[in-house]
């Protein structure tokens, strides 16, 4: 059985930091492309960072690139999303996910802007809130 557990949001000050973890059961995620989303009150869910299966690389939306930083920790089986600098519109709820089968394409870069295919993920965490207030 599948299963992703999201971990560590919070109540935290702008240009503060959180690390966000992505805990993996079921399947060894280091196989797998694995996407964070975002959703806040009011408005859509939002992608903001992939990391491929096939070779590490990662992707990041604009809004996010150059604060945020996706990783995994095999050991772990573990895939971590490090958020500095952040700012009151970063508050939301933040998911992990997984594509439906590996053979997908579900995110990346398009002539150097971010993608993402949200019916492409079909195994999600259920989130875990993140609030950037002073």
């Known amino acids: 059985q599948l299963q992703l557990v999201e971990s560590g949001g919070g109540l935290v000050q702008p240009g503060g930091s959180l690390r966000l973890s992505c805990a993996a059961s079921?399947?060894?995620?280091?196989?797998?492309?694995i996407g964070w989303f975002r959703q806040a009150p009011g408005k859509e869910r939002e992608g903001v960072s992939c990391i491929s299966g096939s070779d590490g690389t990662t992707y990041y939306a604009d809004s996010v690139k150059g604060r945020f930083t996706i990783s995994r920790d095999t050991a772990k089986n573990t895939i971590y999303l490090q958020m500095n600098s952040l700012k009151p519109e970063d508050t939301a709820t933040y998911s992990c996910a997984v594509p439906r089968a590996r053979s997908l394409t579900p995110c990346g870069y398009s002539s150097g802007h971010y993608f993402y295919i949200a019916a492409h993920f079909g195994s999600w965490g259920q989130g875990t809130q993140v609030t950037v207030s002073s």
């Open positions: 079921g399947f060894t995620l280091d196989y797998y492309t």
